[in-house]
């Protein structure tokens, strides 16, 4: 069971973690006598500066220098591990057929607008078609191979009740706004949307005297709102104090029911508007109201510490061997969620947008 989720964001993320590409003669290290080539080594590792880099880091400074060699550490691992995971896929015999990896990349092409769009997010992720087929292809080995491994663990009634009574602490739901917004953008250096600061502002003025004439907010955030997140819904959202950049956090809970900003507000996103249209008590969620979200969750993370389990084994029989004098004394990396699964597999897969988003903020 494979589902792709949110176009470029999680399927390219995911392809940078799992691409093994590139050939080469000199190996950073080998694997039950499989090579990672240097090549292939320092594609993957780009990739991933890459990644960083859009989050701003500066491996030009020493603490960048710092992280560029856990980095380093990182992607050697990752690839170690993903090696061994894909040898014990061939040999378990739940390698794709060649198919079975046109039609999955098919079924992607046709996410996007066109043919054209599609080879175009490739480009921006220093990929080409053939680099994302055999991504695809080791993407449905691994998943598969997680099927396979996972198949008969289950959750009974009472573990979803035990688990339930022994983490109330989680289950008590802080207190919530419901709230929109009209997002106005300015040229910023991760974005060009060709206004300024200044200009961004006047016209999220200009949209606050509407509102203040009996415009509807939700329709002029249809119409008006640069959010590719919200706008469609009226720009609705509901969070949590947390969930949001601090200085939109701060103006939506200190607004009452029916109100908006009477003056924009600038966050690293560009201006906003607004309003917030209920607020809800916390509360603490009974057994009944979580018991269909536990009857799906703890299969899985039961799946994933399976597969944990699973990995570490044959991790501790295989032979590895890492040639690179530097990276064997590399810094480990700092442990990351669910890096023993199946990378792109759906419940590493955060889907998070590329695009920013109020209600999942760079923190």
């Known amino acids: 069971?494979?589902?792709?989720?949110?176009?470029?964001?999680?399927?390219?993320?995911?392809?940078?973690?799992?691409?093994?590409?590139?050939?080469?003669?000199?190996?950073?290290?080998?694997?039950?006598?499989?090579?990672?080539?240097?090549e292939q080594f320092e594609r993957r590792l780009e990739k991933m500066k890459a990644v960083?880099?859009?989050?701003?880091?500066?491996?030009?400074?020493e603490q960048g220098k710092a992280m560029l060699k856990a980095i380093q550490k990182q992607v050697l691992d990752g690839m170690i591990e993903e090696t061994i995971l894909l040898q014990e896929a061939k040999k378990q015999g739940v390698l794709p057929s060649d198919a079975d990896v046109q039609k999955r990349v098919?079924?992607?092409?046709?996410k996007f607008e066109s043919k054209e769009k599609f080879l175009e997010a490739l480009k921006n992720y220093n990929m080409d078609e053939k680099e994302f087929a055999e991504w695809t292809k080791q993407n449905l080995a691994l998943d598969a191979l997680y099927n396979k491994v996972t198949a008969n663990i289950k959750?009974?009634?009472?573990?979803?009740?035990?688990?339930?009574?022994?983490?109330?602490?989680?289950?008590?739901?802080?207190?919530?706004?419901?709230?929109?917004h009209i997002l106005i953008k300015f040229d910023t250096q991760q974005e060009k949307v060709g206004r300024t600061e200044e200009q961004a502002k006047k016209m999220a003025q200009d949209l606050i005297k509407e509102l203040e004439k009996g415009a509807d907010f939700a329709k002029l955030a249809k119409e008006k709102s640069e959010d590719p997140g919200s706008k469609?819904?009226?720009?609705?959202?509901?969070?949590?104090?947390?969930q949001m950049v601090q200085e939109?956090?701060?103006?939506?809970?200190?607004?009452?029911?029916?109100?908006?900003?009477?003056?924009?507000?600038?966050?690293?996103y560009g201006y906003h508007i607004i309003k917030v249209e209920e607020r809800i008590p916390a509360k603490e969620r009974t057994f009944e109201?979580?018991?269909?979200?536990?009857?799906?969750?703890?299969?899985?993370?039961?799946?994933?510490?399976?597969?944990?389990?699973?990995?570490a084994e044959l991790k501790s029989k295989a032979k590895i061997e890492i040639k690179d004098k530097?990276?064997?004394?590399?810094?480990?990396?700092?442990?990351?969620?669910?890096?023993?699964?199946?990378?792109?597999?759906p419940s590493t897969s955060g889907g998070s947008s590329s695009a920013p988003q109020p209600a999942k903020p760079a923190q």
């Open 106 to 110: 098919e079924e992607t092409i046709k």
């Open 326 to 345: 530097e990276l064997a004394a590399s810094p480990a990396p700092a442990p990351s969620n669910g890096s023993q699964l199946p990378p792109g597999h």
């Open 52 to 61: 960083y880099k859009q989050n701003g880091a500066n491996f030009d400074t």
């Open 1 to 38: 069971m494979y589902k792709l989720k949110k176009l470029v964001a999680s399927v390219l993320t995911a392809a940078m973690l799992a691409l093994v590409a590139g050939c080469g003669s000199n190996a950073v290290a080998t694997v039950n006598g499989e090579d990672i080539t240097k």
């Open 155 to 180: 959750v009974t009634d009472e573990e979803i009740k035990k688990y339930y009574e022994e983490n109330k602490e989680q289950f008590k739901q802080p207190e919530q706004v419901r709230a929109r």
């Open 248 to 268: 939109f956090e701060d103006a939506a809970f200190s607004l009452k029911p029916g109100s908006f900003t009477k003056e924009p507000v600038k966050t690293q």
């Open 232 to 242: 469609d819904n009226g720009g609705e959202y509901t969070f949590s104090r947390g």
């Open 289 to 311: 109201e979580v018991k269909g979200e536990l009857a799906l969750q703890l299969p899985m993370q039961k799946k994933q510490e399976a597969f944990a389990k699973y990995t």
